[in-house]
């Protein structure tokens, strides 16, 4: 079982930097591979970044590569989503998920953080 609280939402202007924060509980964290996802208003929900369990694979889709960079803290149960050189089209909701060990797709999810870029 792992519980995660998404934290570092916010209103930021466009070129601004933001941190979203995710906290885990639960045993599993250490050795899920975590992502975060982004849900815009009239949108589905889409890939933003992974991590492996042991922070030495890292994945992006290709509109946040170069401005976004996710690292873990497994001492800490916490994982980490750097946003630089945002844009409006970021704004979303953005979701914190984990992919334990045996699932075969993202089974635990954060409740979301708004992030909004302004123009």
């Known amino acids: 079982q792992v519980q995660l609280v998404e934290s570092g939402g916010g209103l930021v202007q466009a070129g601004g930097s933001l941190r979203l924060s995710c906290a885990a509980s639960g045993r599993s964290f250490s050795t899920a591979r975590m992502g975060w996802f982004c849900q815009a208003p009239g949108k589905e929900r889409e890939f933003v970044a992974a991590?492996?369990?042991?922070?030495?694979?890292?994945y992006y889709a290709d509109s946040v590569k170069g401005r976004f960079t996710i690292f873990r803290d497994n001492a800490k149960n916490t994982v980490h989503l750097q946003m630089n050189s945002l844009k409006p089209e970021d704004t979303a909701v953005y979701y914190c998920?984990?992919?334990?060990?045996?699932?075969?797709?993202?089974?635990?999810w954060g409740q979301g953080t708004q992030v909004t870029v302004s123009s």
């Open positions: 998920a984990a992919r334990t060990v045996g699932a075969g797709d993202y089974n635990y």
């Open positions: 991590i492996s369990w042991s922070g030495g694979r890292t």
